[in-house]
Structure formats: C-alpha cells, structure tokens
C-alpha cells in the first residue's frame, strides 16, 4: 500500500469526483481543516491511498456529493461545523447541527402513503436518533434517518490539547469501538511523528481489538435473533459477551478497554493472571459456539425471519464502500486489517469471509465466521507474543498522518495534523458508519415494518461514532 | 435447541448474588426518597432509559445487568419502553445541545413520583465533555438528580449497587 499526497486546483478535484462517481476510486472520507477541504480515496485495485486538498476560495469548494452521493452527508457536516459550503451541492439541510425551522425531510409521492415518526427516544436502551418512514400499508417505501442527537463535539475539543489528551476522545468517539478507535488515533499520531510502537505493544493493541470484536459479534449475533424473538440465542450469547467482557477485565483491568491504547504504545502491560482466564474463555467458546451456529442455522422460525430480509445490493456496497460485516455481506472484500493493513496482522493467519447474498442473515453469518477468526487470532497473539517495551517517548514536532483500523462494524479512519510543539492542531475520525446508514435506507424498502428492527440491528451502526 | 436447554437446566443459574448496597448513594438518597413514595411502589421499580450524549459504553454495560449473571428483573427492577410507564429515568452522556429537549419531554412525560439517576463520569458534570460548545453540561444542569453512579463507564456491578440503593429507598 502506497499513500500519496497531493495539493490540487480546482480541475483536480472536480476530476477526482468523477473517478468516485465512475467506480474507479472508493471514497474513503471527505474533512475540512480550514480553509482547506480533503478527501481520501482508495484505488480498490492497487490499494492505494490518495489524499487530496483543495484550499477553498471564499469558504468554497465544488460539490462531490451531487455526482456522488456517499458525500453528501460529509459534505453537510462539514458546512455545519466548519462553515465551509459545497458549490453545486443537491441538499443543502443541516447535519450534525440542529436549528429551527423544522427539519424538512425527502418527500415520498404516491397513493395511500403514510408516515411514521420514531425517536430520537427509542423504546429500547439505545442510541438517540430519528427515524422517518415511509410506509404503503405494512411496507416500507422509504426511510430516512435524522441524525446528530449525540454530537459532543469531539472533533473541536481534541483542537490544541495533548496527544494523551486527544486519544481520550477519540477513545470515546463509540463506546462500543474503542479499543478500534484508540487503534486508529495511535496509528494516525504515530505516522504523524514517525515512530512505531514497540512490538510487545503492537500485539497487546491486536489482543485487545479481537477481544473487543468478539465481544460486539457476541452481543449483535444474540440481539438479532431476540429482534426476531428468539430469546435463547440472546441468553446465551449474552453468556458469552459475558464472559469475554470478563477476560478483558483480568486481562487489562478494564471490561471495554478503553483509554489502554496510547500513541506510542500501550498503557499498560496485560495482567499475568488474566491470561489463564483467556484461556478459559477461549475453551469455553470453542465448546459452547458451535452448537449455538447450529441452533442459528437449523432453526426454521428464525431463518425465516432473517433470510432475504433487508437485503443490501452489491452496487450499492461497493459504492459507498461499505466496511465491515455489511459490505462484507454484500460481495465488498475489503478489511483495514488486510489492506491497508497493520502489524501485527500481516504476520498472522486469518481469513476475511465474504458472501453475496447482503441480507440480515448473510450479516449473521459473517459475524458467525469472524467470530471464529477472532479465536484463531487470539490463540496466535498469545503464542507470539513478544518481550519488551511498552510505549516509546513521543517527540514534540509537527506532521500529520492518516490510519484506518477495522473496528467490529468496519474501518476507523483517523486523520490528524500536529502542531510543531506536538500539540493536535486538528483531527478527523470517520467511523464505519458514515457509509453504512444510508444503505440501511435502501435495505429496508420493500419490507414490512416490524422487520426494521431485525434489519437495524444487524447493521448496528453508531450513532455516538457518526454524530462526534 | 434441545442440547443447549437441557445443558442449561443442569449447570444450574449463572446468576450472582447482588453486591451490597452502595453506602454514598444511600446517603445521597435519603433526601430524595419518602415514605409516600415507599408505599405507592413496593419493591418495584420501572426505569426509562435516556441517551442524552453518551459514547455508548454506558449503554451497553446497563445491556449487561439483563444477562443471566446479573438478571436485574430478580430485584423488582425492570427497563420498560416507555416514560408513561417509568419510575425513574437514568440519563448518560453529557447532555447534548440536540437531545436536551429530548430529555426533557421524556422526563416531563413521566408520572410522579419519579427519580433521575445520572449515570456514568459524562453524565455527572458533562465530564470529558464539559465546556464543549456542543454539550449543555451535566443531567443535573437539565434536571433535577437524585442519583449519581460514577465511573467510564461505571461496570455491572456498579450499576447493580447504586440501583439497589434506590430500591431500598423507594420501598
């Protein structure tokens, strides 16, 4: 993998938006670091990396999105936070900011169409937003999402703090990912100061991330099966999530793990005792999850409700490029662990399932196969795990640096530009999310509406790591 | 499905007995909890949950007292799905500039008597968060709490103990 940079005109960046449109490239996020804009886009193929930026005029700069629709929410969130405006732009609403007057949502044209409004509140204990559908009957016809009920404000409160203190937030872009973004951050601030961790540290970092996958695979392949109200698969995996959340605990002192990965390293080493209850947990999957992928796989009532339900088009994966399990559901062979790839995963055996089929049950089953990755992964990171440091000191110089690493649900990517006194200057996470909302909008069309909970939770996107 | 039923029988329950009751949050509850309210509800209590800003990892840790080693619902204490219906409300996240109104309709859609937890470091005084231009503050700078529960995010246990103090108040 090459990463390239490149200042560009006006012409350049209209000419990058239509190599995005025509499918050559694969956007991969699109920021502002005022007055510039930038955007980073992945040569599918090759699996290089291009980072543009145009510096806009009068707070300006040419529109990606109306050629190319993924860009069309990173282009309202930018004006919002940054005042910077898309020319040309098709829908010019707010984003992440929420001003009156009321929210004006798309239009849906056609006899006997009603809608249904849900959130930000919802009835179970998740994540705020709202949900507008569209619906003929049972069936939906469309559904669009309001999104930035949970905007904090992460991104302008790492500006001019430490690098320590920065990795606090970005720990906190999503709960649920933060071993992944801690990953991310430390990667991106280490390519920024052109270090590399320790080794010891880069397995410990990789120990952490397969714990945390395994415990969010745990918890979606059993929370999908209870929105199909299949209570069993939910008691038990929620046994297993359990137990996983319990190991990290002895491992690391910390269920979720949060704020152990630093730029530099890692904060602290993992606790000798925690490993024989690894261990442990490790048996107690490799017992117990076959028979639970068989109770999955052999239950009709529950097939009936997951297969060809919700179902995402490959053309549309690979549009948006969709990380994680739903574009890996729908044919979009692509994981940051591969490629770009990081250490210390290219000395390690594992394999990125794929399947086509891109509806709910295609989703379970990828879970299912990289919950079983994840194992042979952890067997392989406490064999080879090495002696040594823990976290190297960080100069205090400037640069700036970009890194994606595969969290759960798909790839973190961090950008961030350092201050010559080390300080950050400005940072961007773009969480997997971004790119995987909207195809929940086009994966629901056509199902009823009590199948929208099976269909949301087995995308299980962030609400806290796309609103900042 | 028959094997892991069966296998499930014979283990016996997983479930763990509670921790104590957490000694600070009993004295912070005294004020708030009378003898009234002790007798309308019993040993009961309903909780509508609020993500008024937070990561997520509060969230999922209050997911963690439903599991079969927790199993909330064997203290009388239950989530329900909507406010009408709650008791009391646990809140995390610092509260957000966009979910404020959120939070406050759900709280005044609630019947009195009712109590707010503010749970986890974000939710006591906006923690991390506090002074971002995004966040309105802490749950206490919206609404009156009853109730804090520390920590990032504060674990099962945790959670379990602050709640049972609550319980122990209201009934």
Redesign the interface.
């Known amino acids: 993998m090459t990463l390239s940079h490149e200042t560009v005109n006006v012409d350049g960046w209209l000419e990058a938006g239509d190599r995005l449109a025509g499918g050559s490239l694969t956007l991969l996020g699109l920021w502002a670091d005022p007055p510039n804009v930038k955007m980073a886009m992945l040569d599918e193929a090759s699996g290089d990396i291009n980072i543009i930026t145009y510096a806009c005029r009068h707070g300006q700069y040419p529109a990606v999105g109306v050629k190319h629709p993924p860009a069309i929410r990173l282009e309202r969130a930018i004006r919002d936070l940054h005042k910077l405006d898309a020319i040309g732009a098709s829908d010019t609403r707010p984003w992440l ?2 001003t009156a007057p009321p929210y004006e949502f798309l239009a849906a044209e056609g006899e006997a169409l009603h809608q249904i409004a849900v959130g ?2 919802h ?6 937003g709202h949900f507008r559908f569209t619906a003929n009957g049972e069936f939906l016809v469309r559904l669009e999402a309001r999104l ?7 991104e ?2 790492m500006v001019g703090v430490t690098l320590d203190r920065a990795a ?2 970005a720990a ?5 990912s ?1 071993v992944a973004y801690g990953l991310a951050f430390a990667l991106a601030a280490e390519t920024a100061l052109g270090i590399a961790a320790p080794r010891r540290a880069i397995y410990l970092r990789a120990l952490m991330a397969e714990l945390e996958r395994l415990a969010n695979h745990f ?1 979606d392949i059993g929370a999908i099966c209870n929105d199909a109200s299949f209570s ?1 698969m939910h ?2 995996c ?2 297993l ?2 137990l996983t ?1 319990r190991a990290a ?1 002895a491992c690391f002192s910390h ?2 793990m ?1 704020d152990l990965i630093v730029p530099g390293g890692v904060a602290r080493d993992i606790n000798e005792d925690g490993v024989a209850q690894l261990r442990a947990l490790l048996a107690e999957v490799r017992r117990v999850f076959p ?2 992928t068989e ?1 999955y796989d ?2 009709a009532s529950l097939q009936d409700r997951t297969v060809t339900t919700g179902s995402v088009k490959p053309e549309y994966a690979r549009q948006f490029g969709a990380g994680g399990f739903v574009g890996r559901a729908s044919g979009r062979d692509f994981d940051a662990r591969r490629r770009p790839g990081y250490a210390p995963y290219d000395a390690l055996k594992f394999d990125v399932p794929v399947l086509t089929a891109g509806d709910v049950n295609a989703r379970v089953w990828i879970r299912i196969r990289e919950v079983e990755q994840s194992l042979a992964l952890v067997e392989q990171i406490l064999a080879a795990l090495p002696q040594g440091d823990l976290r190297i000191d960080l100069p205090s110089r400037g640069g700036d640096g970009l890194a994606l690493a595969e969290a759960f649900r798909g790839d973190v990517l961090v950008w961030l530009r350092l201050a010559d006194d080390g300080s950050v200057a400005r940072c961007h996470l773009r969480d997997a999310s971004w790119f995987q909302w909207p195809l929940l909008e086009t994966a629901v069309e056509g199902n009823i509406v009590a199948d929208f909970p099976l269909c949301n939770k087995s995308f299980n996107c ?3 790591g796309h609103d900042l | ?1 028959r ?3 069966i296998e ?1 029988l014979l283990r016996g329950p ?1 479930t763990e007995p509670p921790p104590p009751v957490d000694a600070a949050a009993l004295e912070e509850l005294v004020q708030s909890v009378n003898r009234a309210a002790r007798a309308r509800l019993g040993r009961s209590l309903s909780i509508r ?16 007292l ?4 927790y199993d909330l619902e064997r203290f009388g204490l239950r ?1 329900v ?3 009408r219906h709650a008791d009391v409300l646990t809140v995390t ?2 509260v ?4 404020r109104e ?1 939070l406050l309709r ?1 709280y005044e859609a609630m019947p009195d008597p009712k109590w707010v937890v503010a749970i986890g470091g974000c939710a006591v005084d906006g923690g ?2 506090s ?5 309105v503050g802490g749950v206490k700078d919206v609404l009156p709490v009853d109730l804090t529960i520390r920590g ?2 504060p ?1 099962p246990r945790q959670l379990l103990a602050g709640l049972l103090a609550l319980l122990q108040k209201a009934s």
């Open positions: 900011k929420h930000p509140v009835a179970g204990i998740i994540e705020p930035g009920y949970v905007h904090r404000g992460i302008a409160s606090m937030f906190r872009g999503s709960g649920d933060t918890g069993l008691a038990q929620g046994i999530r359990e959340l605990e269920r979720l949060m028979h639970l109770l052999n239950t962030s609400y806290a | 499905m094997k892991t039923m499930s997983l949950h609020v993500d008024a800003g937070s990561c997520n990892g509060c969230e999922l840790e209050l997911h963690a439903s599991n079969a080693f989530f799905a909507s406010p996240g610092p957000t500039q966009n979910m959120a759900t991390i968060f002074g971002s231009a995004a966040v990032c995010p674990n």
